[in-house]
């Protein structure tokens, strides 16, 4: 059991036999009278959205979570397929249960997948993937001076500012969790 002193962002707890995550939390000291925290939890298998309020002192139960390596495999008719690395078995998701990740899910990407009362439910991608850009506007030469950014297409669909240097099938690495542009990709 989570004491209220344990809440933090990204703390996954379990209220009426449901996931949630805390998205965001505060907590209060009045002046007068006990302190208490206010929490901000999403749904992990809904995505639906509440506040609650903990006293000091309460507890709260961790949600039984398993996370189990995958690979994915292909996207299909809105269904995205993924393997179990340990055992071969496969699974797939909708594309509502997948999110934004698939602007990064490229065959045979090795990510972590969160299952709860053995469902899946979310995907934990690598910090870094490396993309190729499929679509962008040429860089000009002399065209460096101010240091600018475009947009791009990815492979994968998603678009993403890179540097006027990086041209069309560029290999660049991208940050997943803010979906930048890091480096052009090494071969």
Do not use: C, W
Not at 7 to 27: A, H, M, S, T, W
Not at 52 to 80: C, I, N, V, W
Not at 95 to 116: C, M, R, T
């Amino acid at each position: 059991m989570y004491e209220v002193s344990d809440i933090r962002k990204n703390l996954k707890i379990q209220i009426d036999g449901e996931p949630y995550i805390v998205v965001d939390f505060q907590f209060v000291k009045p002046g007068k009278g006990n302190a208490f925290t206010r929490t901000r939890l999403k749904n992990m298998i809904t995505g639906n959205v509440l506040d609650r309020t903990y006293k000091s002192g309460e507890k709260l139960e961790p949600a039984q979570l398993e996370e189990h390596p995958m690979q994915f495999l292909y996207a299909q008719d809105g269904m995205y397929h993924f393997m179990n690395t340990e055992n071969y078995e496969q699974i797939e998701m909708e594309e509502s249960q997948v999110g934004e990740a698939k602007d990064y899910l490229i065959e045979n990407l090795e990510v972590n997948v969160l299952f709860f009362n053995n469902r899946p439910i979310a995907i934990n991608l690598p910090n870094f993937v490396e993309l190729e850009v499929v679509e962008t506007e040429p860089g000009f030469k002399g065209d460096t001076v101010t240091g600018g950014n475009k947009p791009a297409i990815m492979n994968t669909g998603a678009r993403i500012q890179v540097p006027i240097f990086v041209n069309n099938g560029d290999r660049i690495v991208v940050d997943t969790r803010t979906g930048q542009y890091v480096e052009r990709a090494k071969k």
